[in-house]
T-cell receptor, first 116, second 109 residues
Framework: AQKVTQAQTEISVVEKEDVTLDCVYE???????LFWYKQPPSGELVFLIR??????QNEISGRYSWNFQKSTSSFNFTITASQVVDSAVYFC?????????????FGTGTRLQVFP | DVKVTQSSRYLVKRTGEKVFLECVQD?????MFWYRQDPGLGLRLIYF???????EKGDIPEGYSVSREKKERFSLILESASTNQTSMYLC????????FGDGTRLSIL
């Protein structure tokens, strides 16, 4: 079965703290994609990163970094020196290849609150 | 940048009405999707389409239908709206990754 688990429902931090959002996935496919999305209070889902199953290199983009480990089926997301604008719900997702298209399996999301 | 536009941010309708939610993308993507998002349930796929006039059921298609007459436009139809269809509806267009519209908060009274 394909599944994405985000065990942390809600995290609260104070500005400038580092925070890691956990994501664990299950799939039998050898080829798959993993994604992180951000949903701010305004509601839109914003794409942050895509990683394919053959690329285990960690990714850094400014204050954001991602750690993909196939051995533990995890794709964790770290925000360094968090800011109030980082407050949002963050979703991890896994692609299920379905016929002619991809189907995203989402985790239930982690709500991050960053306090000044 | 990919642009996915949903016709309304907020919509209020009455039980029994036929409701149309429209979604337009400007990137010539073949794949388009409709999701609903509810607290505690996350995002659930209603329908998707991989080409004009082609559609596939997602996880929760009951009570909904879709239309894809042109590549750029994917419409979600609530045939006879019910209160349990009050939700946030999100449209997406994909070239892996999926890019989402701003969402429509639909209330059925």
């Amino acid at each position: 079965a394909q599944k994405v688990t985000q065990a942390q429902t809600e995290i609260s931090v104070v500005e400038k703290e580092d925070v890691t959002l956990d994501c664990v996935y299950e799939t039998r496919d050898t080829t798959y994609y993993l994604f992180w999305y951000k949903q701010p209070p305004s509601g839109e889902l914003v794409f942050l990163i895509r990683r394919n199953s053959f690329d285990e290199q960690n990714e850094i983009s400014g204050r954001y970094s991602w750690n993909f480990q196939k051995s533990t089926s995890s794709f964790n997301f770290t925000i360094t020196a968090s800011q109030v604008v980082d407050s949002a719900v963050y979703f991890c997702a896994l692609t299920l290849l379905w016929g002619n298209t991809d189907k995203l399996i989402f985790g239930t999301g982690t709500r991050l609150q960053v306090f000044p | 940048d990919v642009k996915v536009t949903q016709s309304s941010r907020y919509l209020v309708k009455r039980t029994g009405e036929k409701v149309f939610l429209e979604c337009v993308q400007d990137m010539d993507h073949e794949n388009m999707f409709w999701y609903r998002q509810d607290p505690g349930l996350g995002l659930r796929l209603i329908y998707f389409s991989y080409d004009v006039k082609m559609k596939e059921k997602g996880d929760i298609p009951e009570g909904y239908s879709v239309s894809r007459e042109k590549k750029e436009r994917f419409s979600l139809i609530l045939e006879s709206a019910s209160t349990n269809q009050t939700s946030m509806y999100l449209c997406a267009s994909s070239n892996r990754p999926q890019h989402f519209g701003d969402g429509t908060r639909l209330s059925i009274l």
